[in-house]
Structures are given as C-alpha cells and as structure tokens.
C-alpha cells in the first residue's frame, strides 16, 4: 500500500551536553543524567531558528537526489508553529519551490505525530489523492522550557525530519489509534505562538509560556495504555512478535523505554533505543530512530517494523511497516 522512500533529519548547530546542565545545577551531576533519562546532549534550535526553517534543512537533503516535482502533498507535524495562521504547510511549499497544484496542510500533535502522519498518508494514496508526500515533523520544544527547569531541560531536544511517503504494491498493514483528552494539564503549554513577539518570561517565576509536564503521570499513561497498543497493533494485522524483526518507539527516555520493552516482553535485541545525542525531539524521534538504523545497516529489505508513538494530548498510534 505504500512505503517510506526516504528519511532525512536535521539538527540545530547548538548543543546542550550534560556537563553545561552540572555547572547550572551543581547539584546534578553529569553521569547522573546520562543514568536516569540515557541522553547525554541535546540540540538547541537558535532564538531566529523556527521550525520552518528547520524543515527547509530537512526536506533538502532529501531533494539532494530525490525529484522534488514528484511530491503532490505536504504533511507537516508541530507544535511550535510559525504562526496561528497562515499554515506553515503552506510556507514550506513556497520556501522549497514545490508546485503550487499540491496539498499542504499542519497539523498539531506531539510524540504519536510520526505514526498519525503515517496514517493521514495513508488514506492520502487509499483515496488516490496523492502518491508521494512529504511529511515532516519539526519541533522546538526546547523554546518553552523555563531556564530553570532542569528536569525538561535535560529531556527534549529540538530537530526536524522529513519523509518521502509513496505509493507501493507491499502488504497494507493496520493502524492503532488512541486518544485520552483527559490528561491534556499533564503536559501542555497554555500560552503563545512561536514567530513573532514570542518571549519567554526572564524572571525565575514560570509562567503560562512555559512547558509544564507532570513526569509522573505521562510514564503512568505510558505504562498503562501502550503495553495493549503493542498487542492490539499486533492482532488486528494477524501478527506475532516473533514476526517483527525491529520495535521502535518514540524516544521519550530510556528508563521509560526500558521499563516498557520489559512490561511488552520485547527481546531487548529487537527494541531499539537512540536518544542519546539528540534527546526527545517529541514528533522527530521515530524518523531519527529508523534513519540512524538505515545508516547503521540495521534494516534490510523485507524488514517488519513495529512503530509506536504516544504522549502529549494524551495520544497514541501504532503501526507496522515493511522495509
């Protein structure tokens, strides 16, 4: 049904090492990080850096040797925006010279954005709307986080991915979706919009601009819904565990990822865990994870791959794909 042709990621030229967070917070020591989350840097969109010109970065290396002509969609994921309106869609169509007969549009999700964008293309192709799309996610989260908030600040990163989504002729595997308004005060911002006269409050006092996430409650969440994702994801495509040869999750934190392989009885040779120079990059990290594997030759044609993602909304989506 269709395929993923090609995976291209950025990163901000900015780093933010375990060693800078230890001289601002003495009382956190470099190795204790690198144990307790598994990252030991982070990339840092600039203060002139937004997630459009971030996925300029990444969609052109795709169009290195990739015809740009062919795209006919644009699917951009963010939570970070350009502005309220226009979409940002739009812009990256115009700032990449695509066609102007194409479709483009945003839309706002956090970690399960890669797999929704999966399952937005693929009713896309199903409907013959469009037979090769761009889905990009692209977030700075990192521009929320208060100063002083060591724990989010030793978590996300900010990067975008871009991917080249196409019609094929392989299986036509089945998505799991989920959706749990409920826990939307656990993780949210409730004030701003990125582009223009966005500033963060300077004193030590947070402030509806900043990033507020109850860790608690989002690995609650995590452990009690995604366990059963894996499962459902795998019933309703016919499938066993045995049959998938790699299970990529969003990389929220590999003490959360190794809590959840262990509940799911993944073989820890299957689970693939790569946060550790990049940290969270929220919607990026499923297409970072599966590029670095292709460019490690951990994926071989004919591969099955598990996907999830789940987080901020609270939301959540697998789905299987072969390589």
């Known amino acids: 049904m269709m395929k993923i042709s090609k995976i291209e990621y950025y990163l901000p030229q900015q780093v933010l090492t375990n060693d800078d967070l230890e001289k601002q917070f003495p009382e956190w020591s470099s190795e204790r990080i690198q144990e307790k989350v598994g990252i030991s840097q982070r990339h840092i969109s600039s203060d002139n850096e937004t997630v459009l010109d971030m996925a300029v970065q990444s969609s052109e ?9 062919k795209v006919d969609f644009i699917l951009f994921c963010t939570q970070s925006p350009e502005y309220f309106l226009p979409t940002t869609a739009c812009l990256l169509q115009d700032r990449l010279g695509l066609r102007k007969n194409i479709g483009a549009i945003d839309f706002n999700l956090g970690c399960s954005g890669f797999v929704y964008g999966l399952a937005f293309a693929k009713g896309l192709i199903s409907a013959g709307i469009a037979k090769s799309i761009l889905l990009v ?26 991917a080249i989504i196409e019609k ?6 089945q998505f799991c979706l989920g959706t749990d308004g409920s826990g939307a005060e656990n993780l949210i911002v409730k004030k701003g919009a990125f582009k223009k006269d966005f500033k963060l409050n300077p004193e030590h006092e947070f402030s509806p601009e900043n990033i507020y996430m109850n860790g608690p409650e989002i690995f609650n969440f995590t452990i009690e819904n995604i366990p059963g994702l894996v499962k459902e994801t795998l019933e309703v495509n016919g499938m066993t565990m045995d049959d998938i040869d790699h299970f990529v999750f969003h990389q929220a934190n590999s003490f959360m990822l190794n809590y959840l392989r262990k509940k799911t009885k993944i073989p820890a040779e299957k689970f693939y865990i790569d946060m550790e120079k990049t940290g969270n990059t929220v919607s990026a990290t499923i297409p970072i994870a599966l590029k670095n594997m292709m460019d490690k030759g951990m994926l071989k044609e004919g591969d099955k791959v598990l996907m999830a993602g789940f987080g901020v909304g609270y939301s959540w989506g697998a789905t299987i794909m072969e390589i």
């Not at 290396?61 to 990739?66: A, G, L, P, R």
């Open 168 to 173: 094929s002729e392989g299986n036509d595997y």
């Open 61 to 69: 290396k795709i169009f290195e040797n990739y015809d740009r002509s």
């Open 137 to 162: 996610t692209s977030e700075t989260y990192t521009k929320h986080i208060h100063p002083d908030d060591k724990g989010n600040r030793s978590i996300f990163g900010d990067a975008s991915a871009s």
